[in-house]
């Protein structure tokens, strides 16, 4: 009875925040998986769940909640607290004891499952709230960084429990306003490289990558190059990029990928709006600026070969 | 002390395009400078840019 009673305990208390906690912070964010070491695991399940146990007792003993904002409101003393604790953990610890006080255990046992509702109630209403502040805190993690009392705080409780492909793969790392979109050169593990801008990742049950989805993927046809190299036809290389057929989002296996080339760029235009300012900022004695972009190395090939 | 992933936080933050193109358009600050006295343009590839401007006389 007593094993019984510490397995629900512990799973009411410890076990069941943590799931919580876990589950709902990775509808917004990927969460480490178990890549992390026990330490670490045993770290992060108490402060998930630790936290909002010490403030419910503390606001409980405090008197700060209780009454009408508790789901099952008792009247009763602290003298019949305790005798029904004792009298509850007296008949789990004693068979006998049970036998010879069933009506007085059965009621206790409901008093005391009522009270335990009543902190649960909260204890799980706080959980949440802090799962909320923690989605918070790190989905800022671009804007806030720079902060010291952040950066300090991040470093040592948000960043750890955060997926290091959550920080590759996504604009995680860079103010929301910036508005960047997440570019990447992926080599397959048979040799075939592509790109595309980075819709979805998807993680293993270790936390490993199992999978990227790409949007406007194209392929780089490297056996043309290598028969335009045999040829002397020297091509500019934009134009051995092949755009895969379908025009949808292409999911390329992690067990299929080799390497990753990521990139984060801006806006269209915006890269040129800061590169201006830079010109401005370092050469004092030029005027009427003015910053472009060049498709790279435009002097050979023309875009009709690309559809070739 | 700085974990792996602030670490890795720091290196994206430094390799973005324009901080590449900023450490670059100091290194080669003298030939953009020639270029512009020279012809108000000046191209680069690897940057993907055209940068045109006036140059005031000295």
Same mark, same amino acid.
């Given at each position: 009875?007593?094993?019984?009673?510490?397995?629900?305990?512990?799973?009411? =208390?410890?076990?069941?925040?943590?799931?919580?906690?876990?589950?709902?912070? $990775?509808?917004?964010?990927?969460? /480490?998986? *178990?890549?992390?070491?026990?330490?670490?695991?045993?770290?992060?399940?108490?402060?998930?769940?630790?936290?909002?146990?010490?403030?419910?007792?503390?606001?409980?003993?405090?008197?700060?909640?209780?009454? $009408?904002?508790?789901?099952?409101?008792?009247?009763?003393?602290?003298?019949? /607290?305790?005798?029904?604790?004792?009298?509850?953990?007296?008949?789990?610890?004693?068979?006998?004891?049970?036998?010879?006080?069933?009506?007085?255990?059965?009621?206790?046992?409901? +008093?005391?499952?009522?009270?335990?509702?009543?902190?649960?109630?909260?204890?799980?209403?706080?959980?949440?709230?802090?799962?909320?502040?923690?989605?918070?805190?790190?989905?800022?993690?671009?804007?806030? /960084?720079?902060? /010291?009392?952040? &950066?300090?705080?991040?470093?040592?409780?948000?960043?750890?429990?955060? $997926?290091?492909?959550?920080?590759?793969?996504?604009?995680?790392?860079?103010?929301? +306003?910036?508005?960047?979109?997440?570019?990447?050169?992926?080599? *397959?593990?048979?040799?075939? %490289?592509?790109?595309?801008?980075?819709?979805?990742?998807? %993680?293993?049950?270790?936390?490993?990558?199992?999978?990227?989805?790409?949007?406007?993927?194209?392929?780089?046809?490297?056996?043309?190059? @290598?028969?335009?190299?045999?040829?002397?036809?020297? @091509?500019?290389?934009? %134009? =051995?990029?092949?755009?895969?057929?379908?025009?949808?989002?292409?999911?390329?296996? &992690?067990?299929?990928?080799?390497?990753?080339?990521?990139?984060?760029?801006?806006?269209?235009?915006?890269?040129?709006?800061?590169?201006?300012?830079?010109?401005?900022?370092?050469? @004092?004695?030029?005027?009427?600026? *003015?910053?472009?972009?060049?498709?790279?190395?435009?002097?050979?090939?023309?875009?009709?070969?690309?559809?070739? | 002390?700085?974990?792996?992933?602030?670490?890795?936080?720091?290196?994206?933050?430094?390799?973005?395009?324009? @901080?590449?193109?900023?450490?670059?358009?100091?290194?080669?600050?003298?030939?953009?400078?020639?270029?512009?006295?020279?012809?108000?343009?000046?191209?680069?590839?690897?940057? &993907?840019?055209?940068?045109?401007?006036?140059?005031?006389?000295?």
């Amino acid at each position: 009875m007593i094993a019984l009673m510490a397995s629900a305990l512990l799973g009411l =208390y410890v076990f069941a925040p943590y799931i919580i906690f876990q589950r709902f912070c $990775s509808l917004f964010i990927r969460l /480490k998986k *178990s890549q992390r070491s026990k330490t670490d695991e045993i770290v992060q399940g108490i402060f998930a769940a630790g936290l909002p146990f010490l403030l419910t007792v503390v606001l409980f003993w405090s008197g700060c909640i209780g009454g $009408s904002f508790v789901p099952f409101r008792l009247v009763d003393s602290h003298r019949q /607290k305790v005798s029904d604790y004792h009298t509850v953990f007296t008949a789990a610890f004693s068979d006998h004891y049970f036998t010879d006080h069933q009506a007085e255990t059965w009621e206790s046992l409901d +008093r005391v499952c009522k009270r335990q509702a009543d902190f649960l109630a909260w204890n799980y209403g706080l959980l949440f709230l802090e799962a909320l502040v923690f989605v918070l805190l790190v989905s800022f993690y671009g804007e806030w /960084k720079g902060n /010291k009392l952040y &950066g300090w705080f991040a470093s040592r409780v948000l960043l750890p429990a955060v $997926s290091e492909w959550h920080v590759l793969l996504t604009t995680f790392n860079f103010p929301a +306003r910036e508005n960047r979109s997440v570019e990447v050169d992926v080599l *397959s593990k048979d040799n075939i %490289l592509y790109r595309g801008n980075i819709v979805d990742h998807f %993680l293993g049950v270790n936390g490993e990558l199992s999978g990227l989805l790409l949007s406007g993927a194209q392929r780089f046809q490297y056996e043309k190059l @290598k028969d335009d190299r045999k040829s002397n036809v020297d @091509k500019n290389k934009e %134009l =051995y990029w092949k755009p895969i057929p379908g025009g949808g989002n292409f999911y390329l296996p &992690g067990e299929n990928i080799a390497s990753l080339n990521i990139r984060y760029p801006l806006p269209k235009g915006q890269y040129e709006r800061i590169l201006t300012e830079m010109v401005k900022k370092l050469f @004092k004695n030029v005027t009427d600026v *003015s910053v472009e972009a060049i498709p790279p190395d435009t002097s050979k090939g023309n875009d009709a070969e690309r559809s070739k | 002390m700085v974990g792996d992933l602030e670490k890795l936080s720091r290196a994206l933050s430094d390799d973005t395009p324009e @901080k590449l193109a900023e450490r670059e358009l100091q290194q080669k600050a003298e030939q953009i400078q020639e270029a512009l006295r020279r012809d108000g343009v000046y191209e680069d590839a690897s940057l &993907g840019v055209r940068i045109s401007a006036r140059v005031a006389a000295a």
